[in-house]
């Protein structure tokens, strides 16, 4: 009898574990970021730095880890404010299934592994990898309580997935890599402010001031268009043959400025319209707009 329950409870045991582990990494948004660094990765080899397995899977599970630690210390900062908004009351530390002490644990082995893994990628990946840790643990989070600013500098950490690919599949940052980190560099502020928009009512809970206005007025809306205009741009800059390797055809920029006009046209509604509904459709159409980007970029490289 005892052993039939020991069998029953352990898989519970197991699958608990998993999903915390899970929640506390925030596993849909590190696969997504992971897969900015992948496509930066694929845009970056050349025959001047031939592409890698090792590497790549280096920079996939480093960059999780990277990630996931982000996420881990945010939780352990942020423990008391997530317990007053209903989208985060229920993750592994506000809840009590982790305790604060086993999250830092958790985040600080992250760390290790992802600085080793990226550092033997190259030394500059590390280096940037671990700039995004301090930037969103150590400034970003701090600052959401205090000033709308803090959109501003979470955009750095943000952004810095997709040219980390290609600084590991190059070793080098230049034009292409600071070009990559351009585009989702702008790409951050209508996505984050769409967010801001419509979870209003619960970041208002914690007191975290997400909105450059610091409420849902058509000055927020106003600077989500001009941002998307910007995001735009930076994406049709590689068309123009002054981003060194990094180029698209003609019909690429063509698919990625139409990309730019769909994201421009919920920015716009968002405007006439100021709903939740309204925000989180651009939310939505953000993300596959980042990603869309991505393969339209991917797919250029290798039709050309």
């Keep these: 009898m005892k052993t039939a329950l020991n069998a029953t409870a352990n898989p519970f045991s197991i699958k608990s574990v998993f999903t915390d582990f899970k929640e506390i990494t925030k596993a849909g948004l590190a696969v997504s970021v992971l897969f900015s660094?992948?496509?930066?990765?694929?845009?970056?080899?050349?025959?001047?730095?031939?592409?890698?397995?090792?590497?790549?899977?280096?920079?996939?599970?480093?960059?999780?880890?990277?990630?996931?630690?982000?996420?881990?210390?945010?939780?352990?900062?942020?423990?008391?404010?997530?317990?007053?908004?209903?989208?985060?009351?229920?993750?592994?530390?506000?809840?009590?299934?982790?305790?604060?002490?086993?999250?830092?644990?958790?985040?600080?082995?992250?760390?290790?592994?992802?600085?080793?893994?990226?550092?033997?990628?190259?030394?500059?990946?590390?280096?940037?990898?671990?700039?995004?840790?301090?930037?969103?643990?150590?400034v970003y989070t701090p600052l959401k309580t205090l000033t709308p600013l803090s959109v501003f500098v979470g955009a750095f950490p943000g952004a810095i997935p997709f040219m980390l690919g290609w600084v590991a599949a190059t070793g080098d940052f230049g034009i292409e890599a600071g070009t990559l980190f351009l585009i989702q560099f702008f790409w951050q502020f209508p996505h984050f402010w769409a967010i801001g928009w419509f979870l209003y009512d619960d970041y208002e809970k914690a007191g975290f001031f997400m909105l450059p206005s610091g409420k849902k007025d058509k000055s927020t809306a106003l600077q989500v268009i001009l941002y998307t205009i910007w995001l735009i741009i930076a994406s049709l800059l590689p068309v123009l043959g002054y981003t060194g390797k990094l180029h698209i055809s003609i019909v690429s920029a063509g698919i990625v400025f139409l990309l730019g006009l769909w994201m421009l046209v919920y920015a716009v509604k968002l405007y006439k319209l100021r709903t939740p509904k309204a925000a989180r459709t651009l939310m939505l159409v953000s993300v596959s707009y980042i990603s869309l980007l991505q393969i339209v970029y991917i797919i250029d490289k290798f039709l050309r």
């Design 37 to 138: 660094s992948i496509a930066g990765y694929l845009l970056g080899f050349d025959e001047a730095h031939p592409f890698s397995w090792t590497v790549l899977l280096m920079l996939t599970v480093g960059g999780y880890c990277m990630v996931g630690a982000s996420n881990a210390y945010n939780q352990v900062i942020e423990k008391d404010l997530d317990k007053l908004m209903d989208r985060t009351k229920n993750r592994p530390v506000p809840s009590g299934r982790m305790s604060p002490n086993m999250a830092l644990f958790v985040a600080s082995l992250l760390t290790i592994i992802g600085l080793i893994l990226l550092y033997l990628i190259n030394p500059k990946t590390a280096m940037f990898g671990a700039i995004s840790i301090f930037l969103y643990t150590s």
